[in-house]
T-cell receptor, first 112, second 118 residues
Framework: SQQGEEDPQALSIQEGENATMNCSYKTSINNLQWYRQNSGRGLVHLIL?????REKHSGRLRVTLDTSKKSSSLLITASRAADTASYFCATVNTGANSKLTFGKGITLSVRP | KAGVTQTPRYLIKTRGQQVTLSCSPI?????VSWYQQTPGQGLQFLFEYFSETQRNKGNFPGRFSGRQFSNSRSEMNVSTLELGDSALYLCASSFSALTSGSRRETQYFGPGTRLLVL
């Protein structure tokens, strides 16, 4: 079952524009992570934000977390054609039976 | 450091057969998790192993099993294959177990094994 639900499902932007992707989840989490996947290959970890953090930055990436709304957003600034990929949010739930639960993903297309 | 490696990369099997997939984690990593990715169901957690012990299991039938060796390498086995088992199987390793609070939980994924069941 999916925990994270990304929004939108697909996004097409022009190179140089910013891309904002949203993720909502349902249960209490230990942390939330964003991953990128290029065309059916393995996932690349982008950033992890813990439940007691509100914002993190990594290069052109900015992630926010609002635990009261159970939502997160990923902002990619100054997008490049190489950012074209599928992006997934994933949550690690609290409690003994921890696991990483992925959303269905967002397909981002950056037009050159 | 070398990344997570998975073998084989591609596999074709027929219904009823069994298959074993292998995952070698990043050196020093003790946690290995397995995921199944299909167009319909997306990415789904199969199980996590840490120090040779299964810590958690997803909602998959008993035909899916795994194990971890003392060198942290892990294998996943699927018995009595069904057409619906066709998928990309991904493994991921991390230094610490999920929710260990050690700040070293980041998972590093391998390239996956693409399994086709005919």
């Amino acid at each position: 079952s999916q925990q994270g639900e990304e929004d939108p499902q697909a996004l097409s932007i022009q190179e140089g524009e910013n891309a904002t992707m949203n993720c909502s989840y349902k249960t209490s989490i230990n942390n939330l992570q964003w991953y990128r996947q290029n065309s059916g290959r393995g996932l690349v970890h982008l950033i992890l934000i813990r439940s007691n953090e509100r914002e993190k930055h990594s290069g052109r990436l900015r992630v926010t977390l609002d635990t009261s709304k159970k939502s997160s957003s990923l902002l990619i600034t100054a997008s490049r054609a190489a950012d074209t990929a599928s992006y997934f949010c994933a949550t690690v739930n609290t409690g003994a039976n921890s696991k990483l639960t992925f959303g269905k993903g967002i397909t981002l297309s950056v037009r050159p | 450091k070398a990344g997570v490696t998975q073998t084989p990369r591609y596999l074709i099997k027929t219904r009823g057969q069994q298959v074993t997939l292998s995952c070698s984690p990043i050196s020093g990593h003790r946690s290995v998790s397995w995921y199944q990715q299909t167009p319909g169901q997306g990415l789904q957690f199969l199980f996590e192993y840490f120090s040779e012990t299964q810590r958690n299991k997803g909602n998959f039938p008993g035909r899916f099993s795994g194990r971890q060796f003392s060198n942290s390498r892990s294998e996943m086995n699927v018995s009595t294959l069904e057409l619906g088992d066709s998928a990309l199987y991904l493994c991921a390793s991390s230094f610490s177990a999920l929710t260990s609070g050690s700040r070293r939980e980041t998972q590093y994924f391998g390239p996956g094994t693409r399994l086709l069941v005919l």
